[in-house]
């Protein structure tokens, strides 16, 4: 018999539940069963032509396919502090104040390395993006929980926010606007607070921000707030404003000195980026306008509308201002648990949605359908849910 045992670090985390759901779902595709996949926030449409036309031209160069620098080429690094200062008016210094990163989970990992010990705190909201916290634990951290709640605009109880840093002296706090999963709008009332919460507790806020041009017609940075570089980290992504989720390319921004600190983790773990990869996402960067109009909005709400019959056919509540991929809303009080109304659709209307206990108790009585689906997909799942009442 094997007597090998994996770490036991692997007893505080579950595969992540999109992993173990997909694997269902596949089966039951095997099965013939024709799944529409509302779930995951995995842009369907391909990047603007100038950034694949960028992608094949340096891919034909023979001195191209080499190793790359860990912290990005000089025109990534550029062509990133170039967006922060044309849609977010924030000045970054593209050779210290900007890292580039190959998607936020991998962000989330160098940034607790480079700043938690094990046993220090971490702040995470409730409901939020699960990595936050299993890659806490992973890393030997302990999670505590501040909430974010439907009445209060999904944004922080900076009271409760109070009590928490005098009982638990926290390193890091995570947080996420526009948020992800309940469409809360980015205020920057809350990032001016977050900043000076930041500043009053000798603690890091890191707001992980890839959702600021969907449906959005405000671009909003915690950067934007004078003094925040000194205690602030922000992750950006072209995941989802970009069409690019497969791509893996996003930024950390911050001071220098964080910037390095969170390098000397990264080049011990990764090595750079393909170079078209880079070369064709600077390329990205300089989408106009007009392509963020069409794909980052006029697309989003169009498909939104179907997402919105969805939830008034299923009974649910939701917050019409909310933005971002995702449309989140509140079950009927008649439903007991919300994985009886989502199994009931995945296997009585094959429709895959998310139910909102993946992001912590208080998403329990929630459900997250995703807009990243062809708009004649959505119509045709909810063709199949109104036919679970009949």
Same mark, same amino acid.
């Given at each position: 018999? #094997?007597?090998?045992?994996?770490?036991? *670090?692997?007893?505080?985390?579950?595969?992540?539940?999109?992993?173990?759901?997909?694997?269902?779902?596949?089966?039951?595709?095997?099965?013939?069963?024709?799944?529409? %996949?509302?779930?995951?926030?995995?842009?369907?449409?391909?990047?603007?032509?100038?950034?694949?036309?960028?992608?094949?031209?340096?891919?034909?160069?023979?001195?191209?396919?080499?190793?790359?620098?860990?912290?990005?080429?000089? !025109?990534? *690094?550029?062509?990133?502090?170039?967006?922060?200062? *044309?849609?977010?008016?924030?000045?970054?210094?593209?050779?210290?104040?900007?890292?580039?990163?190959?998607? %936020?989970?991998?962000?989330?990992?160098?940034?607790?390395?480079?700043?938690? #010990?094990?046993?220090?705190?971490?702040?995470?909201?409730?409901?939020?993006?699960?990595?936050?916290?299993?890659?806490?634990?992973?890393?030997?951290?302990?999670?505590?929980?501040?909430?974010?709640?439907?009445?209060?605009?999904?944004?922080?109880?900076?009271?409760?926010?109070?009590?928490?840093?005098?009982?638990?002296?926290?390193? $890091?706090?995570?947080?996420?606007?526009?948020?992800?999963?309940?469409?809360?709008?980015?205020?920057?009332?809350?990032? !001016?607070? $977050?900043?000076?919460?930041?500043?009053?507790? #000798?603690?890091?806020?890191? #707001?992980?921000?890839?959702?600021?041009?969907?449906? %959005? !017609?405000?671009?909003?940075?915690?950067?934007?707030?004078?003094?925040?570089?000194?205690?602030?980290?922000?992750?950006?992504?072209?995941?989802? %404003?970009?069409?690019?989720?497969?791509?893996?390319?996003?930024?950390?921004?911050?001071?220098?000195?964080?910037?390095?600190?969170? $390098?000397?983790?990264?080049?011990?773990?990764?090595?750079?980026?393909?170079?078209?990869?880079?070369?064709?996402?600077?390329?990205?960067?300089?989408?106009?306008?007009?392509?963020?109009? !069409?794909?980052?909005?006029?697309?989003?709400?169009? *498909?939104?509308?179907?997402?919105?019959?969805?939830?008034?056919?299923?009974?649910?509540?939701?917050d019409p201002q909310q933005v971002g991929m995702f449309l989140w809303g509140r079950i009927p009080d008649s439903i007991q648990n919300v994985e009886d109304l989502t199994e009931r659709v995945l296997h009585e209307a094959r429709v895959f949605i998310t139910p909102g206990f993946i992001f912590g108790s208080n998403g329990e009585r929630y459900i997250r359908i995703s807009l990243c689906a062809k708009e004649e997909k959505i119509q045709q799942a909810l063709?199949?849910?109104?036919?679970?009442?009949?």
């Amino acid at each position: 018999m #094997n007597m090998i045992q994996p770490a036991d *670090r692997l007893s505080l985390v579950q595969e992540y539940y999109f992993s173990r759901k997909l694997k269902e779902v596949a089966q039951l595709n095997a099965e013939g069963k024709d799944i529409i %996949s509302l779930a995951i926030g995995s842009p369907d449409m391909p990047p603007s032509p100038q950034t694949i036309e960028k992608l094949c031209e340096v891919a034909h160069q023979p001195n191209a396919h080499g190793y790359q620098p860990t912290q990005g080429t000089p !025109e990534l *690094r550029q062509a990133m502090a170039d967006f922060y200062k *044309r849609w977010y008016n924030v000045d970054l210094d593209a050779k210290s104040e900007v890292l580039p990163l190959i998607g %936020s989970k991998e962000g989330i990992l160098h940034t607790t390395l480079a700043f938690v #010990n094990p046993g220090d705190a971490v702040l995470v909201p409730n409901p939020g993006y699960p990595t936050y916290t299993s890659l806490s634990k992973i890393l030997g951290a302990k999670i505590v929980n501040y909430d974010l709640r439907e009445d209060n605009g999904w944004q922080p109880d900076f009271d409760q926010l109070e009590n928490i840093v005098q009982e638990t002296a926290p390193k $890091l706090l995570w947080t996420n606007y526009p948020n992800m999963p309940t469409g809360g709008r980015a205020q920057m009332k809350t990032y !001016e607070r $977050l900043v000076r919460f930041a500043k009053d507790h #000798n603690l890091v806020v890191v #707001n992980d921000n890839p959702y600021s041009f969907i449906l %959005s !017609e405000e671009h909003l940075s915690i950067l934007q707030v004078p003094g925040a570089k000194d205690c602030c980290i922000e992750f950006n992504s072209m995941s989802k %404003s970009h069409n690019m989720p497969g791509w893996r390319v996003g930024l950390c921004a911050s001071n220098a000195q964080f910037i390095q600190w969170i $390098l000397k983790v990264q080049s011990n773990i990764e090595s750079g980026t393909f170079r078209g990869i880079q070369l064709a996402a600077a390329e990205a960067y300089k989408n106009d306008e007009t392509w963020h109009r !069409e794909f980052n909005i006029d697309l989003y709400r169009r *498909r939104r509308q179907y997402a919105e019959q969805i939830m008034d056919v299923l009974g649910c509540t939701y917050d019409p201002q909310q933005v971002g991929m995702f449309l989140w809303g509140r079950i009927p009080d008649s439903i007991q648990n919300v994985e009886d109304l989502t199994e009931r659709v995945l296997h009585e209307a094959r429709v895959f949605i998310t139910p909102g206990f993946i992001f912590g108790s208080n998403g329990e009585r929630y459900i997250r359908i995703s807009l990243c689906a062809k708009e004649e997909k959505i119509q045709q799942a909810l063709q199949r849910i109104e036919k679970l009442k009949d």
